[in-house]
């Protein structure tokens, strides 16, 4: 914790689990509070796993104007101007060898991957189209098929590999990558709901929110991140604060500076309003 409240001057968050409820929405003491944090001369930056299309519909609801950080720290995307202004991507050659390995780790595993805003996945399945309906994802379904057939023929930069898997299988797959001599060549996190996800070398949202901070003009002292998932916790090393909400595991709790109420009891309204606007706003020039 490195700066007072008056000092911060941007806040970025993770969604799925710290910003939405439990039905993926913004509650309205969230929302007044987001609009105090503009109101205040601070920046609000979302910043998640997912990709940039179903990232855009919140931003746009929340009438937002910074860039966003999507893919888990692959990618910085601002909207305004439709294009990306910091990316990492997979070298596909590489992507090739890890799905063949987890091919003979475990056939069953349905893969997929993101490609520049386009998901591609080996088979649709009724939780799929259920997120779909509840309203967690949005936009166009995935093309589906085996992805060792549609890789070769792949123009788009991947951002990322990820599929669904208990943690024993996850344990598995990282020894895989350690024996075959890959780990070192990737970045493996998980982002809930056993999600693990593979990134290139070097991605993760602690250095997508310090490139930010560069972008911006924003010294990471005064910065502001809360998250709940083990994704977050590169952010947290970077941010001025860190936040972890109360549904966090005891290991993201540890790494973060404070610990809120759940994101189902409005924790991340409640840690906003107490440790980042307690009734201040940022000074500007007709202040001095």
Same mark, same amino acid.
């Given at each position: 914790?490195?700066?007072?409240?008056? =000092?911060?001057?941007?806040?970025?968050?993770?969604?799925?689990?710290?910003?939405?409820?439990?039905?993926? #929405?913004?509650?309205?003491?969230?929302? #007044?509070?987001?609009?105090?944090? +503009?109101?205040?001369?601070?920046?609000?930056?979302?910043?998640?796993?997912?990709?940039?299309?179903?990232?855009r519909r919140l931003w746009q609801e929340l009438h937002l104007s910074t860039p966003v950080i999507a893919y888990n720290g692959s990618l910085i995307y601002d909207y #305004?101007?439709?294009?990306?202004?910091?990316?990492?991507?997979?070298?596909?050659?590489? +992507?090739?060898?890890?799905?063949?390995?987890?091919?003979?780790?475990?056939?069953?595993?349905?893969?997929?991957?993101?490609?520049?805003?386009?998901?591609?996945?080996?088979?649709?399945?009724?939780?799929?189209?259920?997120?779909?309906?509840? =309203?967690?994802?949005?936009?166009?379904?995935?093309?589906?098929?085996? *992805?060792?057939?549609? *890789?070769?023929?792949?123009?788009?930069?991947?951002?990322?590999?990820?599929?669904?898997?208990?943690?024993?299988?996850?344990?598995?797959?990282?020894?895989?990558?350690?024996?075959?001599?890959?780990?070192?060549?990737?970045?493996?996190?998980?982002?809930?709901?056993?999600?693990?996800?593979?990134?290139?070398?070097?991605?993760?949202?602690?250095?997508? *929110?310090?490139?930010?901070?560069?972008?911006?003009?924003?010294?990471?002292? #005064?910065?502001?991140?809360?998250?709940?998932?083990?994704?977050?916790?590169?952010?947290?090393?970077?941010?001025?604060?860190?936040?972890?909400?109360?549904?966090?595991?005891?290991?993201?709790?540890?790494?973060?500076?404070?610990?809120?109420?759940?994101?189902?009891?409005?924790?991340?309204?409640?840690?906003?309003?107490?440790?980042?606007?307690? =009734?201040?706003?940022?000074?500007?020039?007709?202040?001095?």
């Amino acid at each position: 914790m490195n700066s007072g409240a008056s =000092g911060y001057k941007l806040i970025a968050t993770d969604i799925d689990g710290t910003l939405l409820d439990e039905k993926w #929405q913004v509650t309205p003491r969230t929302k #007044q509070v987001i609009e105090k944090v +503009v109101a205040s001369g601070r920046e609000l930056v979302l910043c998640s796993g997912r990709p940039p299309r179903t990232i855009r519909r919140l931003w746009q609801e929340l009438h937002l104007s910074t860039p966003v950080i999507a893919y888990n720290g692959s990618l910085i995307y601002d909207y #305004q101007k439709e294009k990306p202004l910091f990316y990492l991507a997979l070298d596909k050659q590489l +992507v090739a060898h890890i799905i063949e390995l987890i091919r003979r780790m475990d056939d069953t595993i349905n893969l997929s991957i993101e490609a520049m805003d386009h998901w591609f996945i080996d088979r649709l399945n009724d939780s799929i189209t259920e997120a779909y309906k509840s =309203g967690f994802l949005y936009g166009a379904l995935p093309s589906a098929g085996r *992805l060792e057939g549609i *890789l070769p023929h792949l123009d788009l930069e991947i951002s990322k590999l990820f599929f669904i898997a208990p943690p024993a299988v996850r344990r598995c797959f990282e020894d895989q990558l350690k024996a075959s001599g890959l780990y070192e060549k990737v970045t493996v996190t998980s982002s809930g709901w056993n999600f693990v996800e593979v990134l290139p070398p070097g991605a993760d949202k602690g250095r997508a *929110l310090r490139e930010l901070c560069r972008l911006r003009g924003v010294s990471p002292e #005064q910065t502001v991140f809360l998250g709940d998932e083990e994704n977050d916790i590169p952010a947290f090393a970077v941010a001025g604060l860190s936040i972890a909400m109360g549904n966090a595991s005891d290991r993201v709790k540890a790494a973060a500076d404070l610990v809120t109420a759940t994101y189902l009891e409005e924790g991340w309204a409640e840690a906003v309003e107490r440790h980042v606007l307690a =009734g201040s706003r940022l000074p500007t020039a007709t202040d001095i």
